[in-house]
């Protein structure tokens, strides 16, 4: 694998812990995609940068805001692809810190969820870092709320569970047909990242505890211009996925929740006629 070029590997700095030489890192969340979804917070955060490391699913509308003299490292990470390893991306960041750069980690969504964060937060702080977070909207909060339903309600979901379809090596991963059990008694909404390769396996198992006429929303590329979704039921998840097309990145909503995309799609009627 190729990995990528840095200007960081000529530094005598390289391998030595954090000197206190004035650098700095944040680890920035770029939201689901839609530049307007930045906190202003991350805006100055990525304006600020003079070197951004940033992730395959950032959009280029959000790189484009960085400095014109800064440093773009560009650190690809996605399920099923060639990607750069973790701890070459963690090496990459102390270099930079330690030759005194203002260094961004620009992450897909929301760095905490799934993005890796806490690795590269525990790597950085045990070489002496301090570190930086700056929040942003997780694509499993964009994705239902650009469809017009929300995540929780008080008649259909009293919590919502934010679960990875997808296990690191030699882990077993999720345990769904627990999971289904607990959403079906506590009335929770699923909302499952990088499932799509395994949807035929999670459909199987959340059946032994849900209903297979649970409402489904797949969206793919959510809050992007190019954003696609499907709405469909539980007993009906991979085929909808494979008669659809629908690939990753995609996040899969499951819960009654869902059925707030058809209310939302209705006409609507004046306000005297309305439904108290």
Same mark, same amino acid.
């Given at each position: 694998?190729?990995?990528?070029?840095?200007?960081?590997?000529?530094?005598?700095?390289?391998?030595?812990?954090?000197?206190?030489?004035?650098?700095?890192?944040?680890?920035?969340?770029?939201?689901?995609?839609?530049?307007?979804?930045?906190?202003?917070?991350?805006?100055?955060?990525?304006?600020?940068?003079?070197?951004?490391?940033?992730?395959?699913?950032?959009?280029?509308?959000?790189?484009?805001?960085?400095?014109?003299?800064?440093?773009?490292?560009?650190?690809?990470?996605?399920?099923?692809?060639?990607?750069?390893?973790?701890?070459?991306?963690?090496?990459?960041?102390?270099?930079?810190?330690?030759?005194?750069?203002?260094?961004?980690?620009?992450?897909?969504?929301?760095?905490?969820?799934?993005?890796?964060?806490?690795?590269?937060?525990?790597?950085?702080?045990?070489?002496?870092?301090?570190?930086?977070?700056?929040?942003?909207?997780?694509?499993?909060?964009?994705?239902?709320?650009?469809?017009?339903?929300?995540?929780?309600?008080?008649?259909?979901?009293?919590?919502? $569970?934010? #679960?990875? %379809?997808?296990?690191?090596? !030699?882990? @077993?991963?999720?345990?769904?047909? &627990?999971?289904? *059990?607990?959403? +079906?008694?506590?009335?929770?909404?699923?909302?499952?990242?990088?499932?799509?390769?395994?949807?035929?396996?999670?459909?199987?198992?959340?059946?032994?505890?849900?209903?297979?006429?649970?409402?489904?929303?797949?969206?793919?590329?959510?809050?992007?211009?190019?954003?696609?979704?499907?709405?469909?039921?539980?007993?009906?998840?991979?085929?909808?996925?494979?008669?659809?097309?629908?690939?990753?990145?995609? $996040?899969? #909503?499951? %819960?009654?929740?869902?059925? !707030?995309? @058809?209310?939302?799609?209705?006409? &609507?009627?004046? *306000?005297?006629? +309305?439904?108290?």
């Amino acid at each position: 694998m190729t990995r990528p070029t840095t200007p960081f590997e000529t530094s005598p700095q390289n391998q030595r812990p954090h000197l206190g030489t004035g650098g700095s890192c944040t680890l920035v969340g770029a939201g689901p995609g839609d530049p307007e979804l930045l906190t202003l917070k991350a805006l100055k955060a990525i304006q600020a940068a003079t070197v951004l490391l940033v992730d395959d699913l950032v959009s280029d509308a959000i790189v484009a805001f960085a400095s014109p003299t800064a440093r773009i490292v560009h650190v690809g990470k996605r399920g099923g692809c060639k990607s750069t390893p973790q701890a070459f991306i963690e090496k990459l960041m102390l270099m930079a810190v330690n030759e005194g750069e203002n260094v961004v980690r620009l992450k897909g969504g929301d760095p905490f969820i799934f993005g890796r964060g806490g690795e590269e937060v525990e790597h950085l702080r045990a070489a002496g870092v301090p570190v930086t977070v700056i929040n942003g909207i997780t694509a499993g909060l964009a994705g239902l709320t650009s469809l017009g339903a929300p995540l929780t309600h008080r008649e259909h979901a009293h919590g919502v $569970v934010f #679960v990875t %379809g997808h296990a690191k090596p !030699g882990d @077993a991963g999720t345990d769904w047909r &627990q999971l289904a *059990a607990t959403a +079906r008694d506590a009335k929770l909404t699923l909302v499952i990242y990088m499932g799509v390769s395994g949807a035929a396996t999670i459909e199987q198992e959340l059946l032994t505890g849900l209903p297979a006429a649970t409402p489904v929303a797949i969206i793919q590329h959510a809050s992007l211009p190019h954003q696609r979704h499907a709405v469909t039921t539980l007993g009906e998840l991979h085929a909808t996925i494979g008669r659809e097309g629908l690939a990753s990145p995609s $996040v899969i #909503v499951v %819960g009654d929740v869902v059925q !707030g995309i @058809a209310a939302a799609a209705l006409p &609507q009627q004046p *306000a005297g006629l +309305r439904a108290a």
